[in-house]
DNA sequence: TTGTAGGCGTTATCAG
DNA sequence: CTGATAACGCCTACAA
């Protein structure tokens, strides 16, 4: 990371440096043509040692950077990906989006971060704006267009997408398996000896959603508990669904000990309606969420969930798109699900 | 948004479109020269009806989309912005990315999103890597590098930074009171009759968490109430930091009422502590935090705390360097502090 | 008003 | 192995 900076480089830096050194300055200077200057810093031939080290030096002393835009129009790549997300200030799409520049710095490309906000013609549009913006390949993180459109999308481009099941030649996916975290969360309520446990429901729309309260109705119907239709209720995935979720399972009056939210944004929703319900947790109801964001362990109490690996899914989506960029197929796998019990499911705990 | 696509027009969209339709082919579609076309897409020059309209349709027909690479090559501006952050993972920072994207989305803008992680090294190595990409603005959203390094930045690129304060013909800066916060924050507390108000400090980088730290004392003195500083603790802005730190403040022995933590979420992490400790908020403890995450008003009990609008940061900073863009002098201004009184500060409300 | 020519900084394709 | 010579797609003088 840190090279010492040999006294003969004015390395631009943050400072000065008027001028734009081009690939032609450090031909000149090395006393070569501007193609072998470019095939020694792309790697692309084999050339004398010699040449090799005056081209070298004549990059370290004019400081010369290659220019990104004459690059991608010259030669088609311009190593920066494209990235959807579908909002920037999500707790778990931050989580992802950095486990995606974690993995793209190192290979030298940039991500192009769009936010499409839960909007097919949104995301639509971001893949529009960043196909015209020539990136290599693009990532969709939750995607909301059809399936279709997505493979579509991947005969013009490298495309990677989480959560769904789509392959292809230039298509890879990465895919969470909801359905188990849902039924280990319920699991282990049941094991905690929880009979009524209610459910706070995810948006229509997310599959995912469905997957994870599909976890829960399996784990009800194993241990022979009776699925009650009125002991689930609706969500958005945000808190506030969450909290309000809470107060219609209090106000309704139906007994319940336990509360699976199916997103910790949920769950923390919850907790606050339970609270103002003079309701505690766990000692009255027992709570768990999914995801594990980076705050659930501070929460208070400290919430037990579904670990989903926001992190790694941005990292290794990335590091599947590097694969496909370089040729290869990409063998990336996301970690199974994993339950973490914390407090406010354990009274044992508080 | 939504405007009536002509029959003619085979959109792209995330669909097909193999050839990429250049300039000069819509230039022959409508029977005029590339130039026109060009002056016309971007209205550089007055051209007749006629021609106009017959661009207009073969663009439509084409389903045109000019190459960005092409034109910040030929004509310099890339229509993007770079913009720094510190961790893109982190609910401050990402509620501000928003608002960058919100303000510069409609304007046709596109944000180049890269973190520095609080390291000044890496942030040079931003700017660096921003200009190569040949943004036409940097956003720089609280620093970490000297105001010198900036302002040589700025000579070559128009620049905007939060939490600075700096200006110059091509240099703007949106600064947060933080000094009136801390004050705000701490004279709340001694309004509820709080004497031994213990201080959550910052990381010490940071000038704001000085500043509120400044507010603190200097609410504190103008209450006549001896500075104690056995009842300030280090901090690092995060969740852990506050959590030890209200078990420092507890173990410690020294007594105190209430805590005023510099940020919300070493608040919410001193929330657990003192939940693990316990005591109660704000029977016990009255806590207040600084910035009002989203989260924070959600928390058990929801924080009372300072609102910092992260979102407005993020906006007001992409609009003050459209306005530079513009030739324009940027005025925009951040809201004063406002202090936002929930439960764990006011046991009526709980 | 509008067309022509040249160039932005690289890479790629050919010869040599 | 290396050097010309085209593109890449668009913009901007300059000339008409």
């Known amino acids: 990371m840190k090279n010492a900076t040999p006294t003969t480089a004015p390395n631009a830096s943050a400072s000065s440096e008027r001028v734009t050194v081009t690939l032609d300055m450090v031909a000149k200077r090395a006393g070569v043509s501007p193609s072998t200057v470019s095939r020694i810093l792309n790697g692309t031939a084999v050339v004398s040692e010699a040449k090799r080290q005056a081209v070298m030096d004549a990059t370290q002393a004019l400081g010369f950077v290659p220019n990104p835009l004459a690059r991608g129009l010259a030669g088609g790549k311009t190593f920066s990906i494209g990235v959807v997300t579908q909002a920037i200030d999500s707790p778990f799409y931050g989580a992802a989006l950095r486990g995606v520049e974690d993995a793209l710095d190192p290979a030298g490309y940039s991500p192009l971060f769009m936010s499409a906000h839960w909007d097919p013609a949104a995301e639509a549009r971001c893949l529009d704006v960043l196909r015209s913006r020539r990136v290599d390949g693009i990532v969709v993180l939750m995607p909301r267009l059809s399936d279709s459109a997505l493979e579509a999308c991947a005969q013009t481009l490298p495309m990677v997408v989480t959560g769904r099941d789509l392959r292809g030649p230039q298509l890879y996916s990465l895919n969470f398996d909801n359905f188990n975290g849902g039924r280990m969360a319920t699991e282990h309520l049941i094991a905690q000896g929880h009979r009524q446990i209610a459910f706070i429901a995810g948006a229509d729309e997310h599959p995912d959603a469905a997957e994870r309260m599909r976890g829960y109705r399996y784990a009800l119907a194993e241990a022979k508990i009776a699925f009650d239709p009125r002991l689930v209720v609706p969500g958005q995935y945000h808190e506030v669904s969450g909290l309000e979720a809470a107060k219609t399972l ?84 996301l970690p199974a699900p994993a339950l973490l019990v914390r407090a406010s499911s354990d009274s044992l705990r508080v």
């Not at 106000?251 to 309701?279: C, R």
């Not at 505690?280 to 109490?301: C, K, N």
């Open 250 to 333: 209090v106000q309704q009056g139906l007994p319940f000990t336990a509360i699976f939210a199916s997103n910790d944004q949920m769950a923390s929703g919850a907790a606050l309606g339970l609270f103002q319900s003079g309701l505690r947790v766990p000692q009255d109801v027992a709570l768990v969420g999914f995801d594990d964001l980076p705050t659930s362990m501070y929460a208070t109490p400290p919430l037990s969930t579904i670990q989903q690996p926001a992190y790694d899914l941005g990292r290794l989506a990335a590091c599947a798109m590097l694969e496909l960029l370089a040729g290869n197929t990409p063998t990336e796998e």
